[in-house]
């Protein structure tokens, strides 16, 4: 699946939201590679997970793997073990573009090494 299809396969409200964030996550980060991971789009920088959106109950969350770490009173930290950050829209016209590109400045400079978190894991494990 692409993004794009992604996005078209959600209602005509988080369609809008979507395409929104997913324009606005391509001019931000034009060098980033995006796909479709764990069923939800992701953009990553050197195969680090940098941003992403997916579809819940309350509409659709646009989280930042590092987020957590932006000092940004908008965006909720998240519950896990890892220092992501999130914001859910339930509407295009909640989105704030100069908030998300001021989020995806951060998120290019401030980056926790997830790629490589299982790698340090197994290495620590033989020593």
């Given at each position: 699946m692409k993004i794009s299809e992604y996005n078209q396969s959600q209602s005509e409200n988080d369609?809008?939201?979507c395409k929104q964030l997913m324009n606005a996550i391509n001019e931000g980060l034009p060098?980033?590679?995006s796909k479709i991971?764990?069923?939800h789009p992701v953009w990553f920088l050197?195969?680090?997970p940098i941003v992403?959106?997916?579809k819940l109950k309350g509409g659709i969350r646009l989280m930042f793997w590092s987020?957590?770490?932006f000092n940004e009173p908008e965006l909720k930290p998240g519950t896990g073990?890892?220092?992501d950050a999130s914001k859910t829209y339930s509407s295009a016209d909640q989105i704030k573009i100069e908030d998300v590109r001021r989020w995806l400045e951060k998120a290019r400079d401030i980056q926790w090494d997830y790629k490589n978190i299982v790698k340090k894991?197994?290495?620590l494990d033989r020593l």
């Open positions: 369609q809008q939201i060098e980033a590679e991971w764990h069923k050197e195969e680090n992403g959106y997916s987020g957590a770490s073990k890892f220092k894991k197994g290495q």
